[in-house]
């Protein structure tokens, strides 16, 4: 099982609140991800970092933001959550490798409803 | 645009019986990988296979990659109701980065 987790796992909240999404990992891995998932739905990438003080915008336009101060920690903010801004929000690691894509290892997710 | 797409959307067999899963993408690949996702989950790794690459084992999971198709399967051999899951492939989509298709939904009737 992989040592990355998240909280919290079940978040419901009002229109207007301002909440961060925890994300750590004590695989040391330089690479972190956020993706998005609706239910029964494919995984959308909204933001990744390569590193430490590293924060890149992902493929699917997303209004929260990401920070990296340490390694194993990677919060992800919404300032005003929104209805639409409901869904799954799946937190991943890898490992920087010299070339090619990395076996990526998930969390169990924070399923977020916002009311 | 998605790079992998997987067929069936949805499959129910019966418990020992095998489970084939496809993926196609579009564009050239250096790995795929086959991930599976328990209901409300996150995602487990299952197995990778290089493009270089044309059948790997893991268990009772058998993956083939045709690069000539841009396609894969995913077959699972002596299936377990254990084995119910969403199943995604994942392609590097550049700058280290994968893509998901949509996932196949197996469910294993007892």
């Known amino acids: 099982e992989a040592d990355i987790y998240q909280t919290p796992r079940y978040l419901v909240i009002g229109t207007g609140k301002k909440i961060t999404l925890e994300c750590s990992q004590t695989?040391?891995?330089?690479?972190m991800y956020w993706y998005q998932q609706d239910p029964g739905m494919e995984l959308h990438l909204i933001h990744y970092?390569?590193?430490?003080?590293?924060?890149e915008k992902g493929d699917l336009s997303s209004e929260s933001t990401v920070s990296r101060i340490r390694t194993e920690h990677f919060p992800l903010t919404l300032e005003s959550a929104r209805p639409s801004h409901t869904s799954q929000y799946l937190c991943?690691?890898?490992?920087?490798?010299?070339?090619?894509?990395?076996?990526?290892?998930f969390g169990p997710g924070t399923r977020l409803t916002v009311l | 645009s998605q790079q992998g797409e997987e067929d069936p959307q949805a499959l129910s067999i019966q418990e020992g019986e095998n489970a084939t899963m496809n993926c196609s993408y579009k564009?050239?690949?250096?790995?795929l990988q086959w991930y599976r996702q328990n209901s409300g989950r996150g995602l487990v790794h299952l197995i990778l296979?290089?493009?270089?690459?044309r059948e790997k084992h893991s268990g009772r999971l058998r993956v083939t990659l045709d690069t000539s198709k841009k396609s894969s399967s995913l077959l699972i051999t002596a299936s377990r109701a254990a084995d119910t899951a969403s199943y995604f492939c994942?392609?590097?989509?550049?700058?280290?980065?994968?893509?998901f298709g949509q996932g196949t939904r197996l469910t294993i009737n007892p």
């Open positions: 991943a690691s890898s490992e920087l490798g010299a070339s090619g894509t990395d076996t990526q290892y």
């Open positions: 994942a392609t590097d989509g550049g700058a280290q980065k994968l893509v």
């Open positions: 695989m040391g891995h330089d690479k």
């Open positions: 564009t050239s690949i250096n790995n």
């Open positions: 970092s390569y590193g430490v003080n590293s924060t």
């Open positions: 296979i290089r493009s270089n690459e």
